[in-house]
């Protein structure tokens, strides 16, 4: 078994370069964020991510979690490991400075949070939703809640949870169920969730569970769905815990991947009612929500690149190692120098690098829309935000599925048995496509709220800035550089030409754009990524040029850039090609056919 190992290197490139640290570091609010303080926390982060995380994540895997009676008690080393987390202050690292946290930029925690899901996705899953229920309380919740709950939230004392689902809404929310009533100062809540993570566990004194309800004289569908604040245990007026809330964790799931977290169903009011708190107003739940939801897409999306990582270097740890036939290429003894096992690993390496420069690229926009002083920048990087968070959700976590399982199958056989811990990272990233909105519910998101909506301003300014970027690829003086230009540049008429189709066809023909939605979004990831691959390249060059002493690194980036421009931003034509020609016989069989 490999020991993760954080990429830092690559990390605080991808972060300079593609993020755009220094600009970021330069806005008002983040002059204390200095190059050195990101390094030192960067590094400091690796420390627990390899040190802590890591060594429990096969045996959390192994052991999972166990329910009996309503009790869930986690994998042996958790709770240690939550508690010291939370005592170094990683729990309340990115949480903003009035909340108790560290006020960095969006861009340094992003970095941070891939080491803890490379090591141990299924523990850093329940810090993902304690700050996002934190997020949500802080924006739309009265002052009494917020001082009642978040404090604690932030220092991991209390730990959080979004409970959307229910049997019968999934995808559609609008179809949920659980009833809330007005009872004094506060409702009383019923209802089944289901899927629940971190619903129910032993590492924290209370969970704050965000639930999502309706009240009596609600309207049908998302505009008649609230939102409540349901502690397991009761605060009292002083802080301290009071009684045991009318909540329960009925059961657990037995499921594919993240054994190390609860996945839990919840019943709520099987005494008569749990007590909840309102937050906000009421019907407005659903839009509260997205603000938790959106902070948790981009994290899911840097779940594939974390989870990816971890597999990469997994593979590439074993490549180095086993010996298996004569290889084809010189001084190379183990199955790397196998041209196919190394086109496997150049394919992880490159679109890792790929994903990561998508991640960051749109965690440094978030910092600018968030408090860059120039009003009209803001609003252009909050639009790149909002286009860009579904191609981030969606496509880092796609790729994630192909790339952990071609760490399957380096390994041979002994990725397909249990043993090297190879095709753990495969099962823990399945769910990836899956929770905090489908890959397909992503893609309707992408072609309906962010492309056609605005008639696809945003969609088209980006594209512009990529093209004039191709440009100058191709006209400069750099050869490696204008391979990678003339390669973007086919790739932006690929997604040029399905931008158009889609602006065309959605109104008329919804049904035909809908069929094209997930090739769309992934054309989008591959064509933006190879974007930020090749302004990674470009910097590499000018680095090279002037003589950087880390020209290995850097040539080794230009070599990726080029291997991703061959491989993966070739698929651009075939993703535009189904979108635009592909829908009819999508649609051409009846229910009764298939
Ligand atoms: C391990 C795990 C952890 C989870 N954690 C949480 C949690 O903490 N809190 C919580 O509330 N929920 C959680 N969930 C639930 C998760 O968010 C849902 O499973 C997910 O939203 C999909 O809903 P569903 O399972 O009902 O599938 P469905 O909505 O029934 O979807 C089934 C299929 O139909 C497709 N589909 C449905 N509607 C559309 C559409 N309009 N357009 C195109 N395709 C569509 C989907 O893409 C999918 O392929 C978790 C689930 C799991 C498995």
Same mark, same amino acid.
């Given at each position: ?6 990429? !830092? ?115 850093? !899953? ?171 897409? !981009? ?21 180095? /190692? ?56 803001? !609003? ?64 309707? /998101? ?149």
């Amino acid at each position: 078994m490999t020991t993760y190992a954080a990429p !830092l290197r690559e990390m605080l490139f991808t972060m300079k370069e593609i993020g755009g640290l220094d600009a970021v570091c330069a806005q008002p609010g983040f002059e204390e964020t200095t190059p050195d303080l990101v390094e030192a926390i960067l590094e400091e982060a690796a420390k627990f991510a390899g040190g802590v995380l890591d060594p429990i994540n096969a045996s959390g895997d192994k052991q999972g979690v166990r329910w009996k009676d309503g009790v869930v008690t986690t994998a042996d080393g958790f709770g240690l490991a939550y508690a010291s987390f939370c005592e170094t202050g990683w729990n309340a690292m990115p949480a903003r400075i009035e909340l108790g946290g560290q006020g960095l930029p969006t861009l340094v925690s992003t970095a941070v949070l891939e080491m803890w899901k490379s090591s141990n996705m299924a523990f850093s !899953l329940c810090q993902m939703l304690t700050l996002g229920a934190v997020e949500a309380i802080a924006h739309h919740g009265s002052d009494a809640l917020q001082k009642r709950f978040v404090p604690n939230m932030v220092a991991g004392k209390w730990t959080g949870t979004m409970n959307l689902t229910e049997p019968q809404a999934g995808s559609d929310l609008s179809a949920v169920r659980s009833r809330a009533v007005p009872e004094g100062d506060h409702y009383r809540v019923n209802g089944t969730k289901i899927f629940i993570t971190w619903g129910e566990h032993d590492m924290a004194e209370n969970i704050v569970h965000l639930v999502l309800a309706r009240l009596p004289d609600a309207p049908e569908g998302v505009k008649g769905i609230s939102l409540f604040v349901c502690p397991k245990f009761l605060v009292n007026d002083d802080g301290s815990l009071g009684t045991r809330n009318d909540l329960v964790c009925a059961s657990i799931e037995h499921k594919l991947g993240i054994h190390a977290s609860p996945t839990a169903v919840m019943s709520f009011g099987d005494k008569g009612g749990a007590i909840g708190y309102l937050v906000g107003e009421p019907n407005k739940g659903l839009s509260y929500m997205f603000t938790m939801m959106n902070h948790a897409r !981009l994290n899911v999306g840097l779940e594939g690149v974390g989870i990816s990582e971890r597999a990469y270097q997994h593979a590439r740890a074993f490549a180095l /190692d086993r010996v298996q036939g004569r290889t084809a290429t010189p001084g190379s003894k183990t199955i790397i120098g196998h041209p196919d096992v190394r086109r496997m690993l150049l394919d992880m390496k490159s679109r890792i690098e790929a994903m990561r420069s998508l991640a960051y690229f749109t965690a440094g926009q978030m910092d600018r829309a968030a408090s860059h002083p120039d009003a009209r920048l803001r !609003l252009r990087s909050q639009a790149l935000v909002e286009l860009l968070t579904p191609v981030v959700k969606g496509w880092c976590t796609e790729s994630a599925l192909g790339i952990t399982s071609d760490g399957i199958q380096i390994h041979g056989g002994m990725g397909y048995v249990e043993e090297t811990g190879a095709a753990q990272y495969l099962r823990d990233a399945r769910i990836t496509t899956i929770y905090e909105g489908t890959t397909g519910i992503q893609a309707n /998101d992408l072609i309906g709220r962010k492309l056609v909506r605005e008639g696809g301003t945003t969609m088209k300014a980006l594209i512009g800035m990529m093209e004039a970027d191709a440009q100058r690829f191709v006209d400069g003086h750099a050869a490696a550089l204008r391979v990678i230009g003339a390669s973007l540049a086919t790739g932006l008429q690929a997604l040029t030409a399905a931008v158009d189709w889609l602006l065309a066809h959605n109104a008329q023909q919804p049904a035909l754009a809908a069929a094209g939605a997930v090739p769309f979004l992934k054309l989008s990831g591959t064509v933006v990524g190879g974007w930020l691959m090749a302004r990674g390249a470009e910097a590499a060059a000018v680095q090279l040029a002037a003589g950087s002493a880390e020209a290995d690194f850097l040539q080794a980036k230009l070599h990726t850039a080029r291997h991703y421009m061959a491989h993966v931003m070739v698929e651009a034509a075939a993703f535009s090609e189904i979108v635009t020609h592909g829908a009819e016989t999508t649609l051409a069989l009846a229910d009764h056919q298939f």
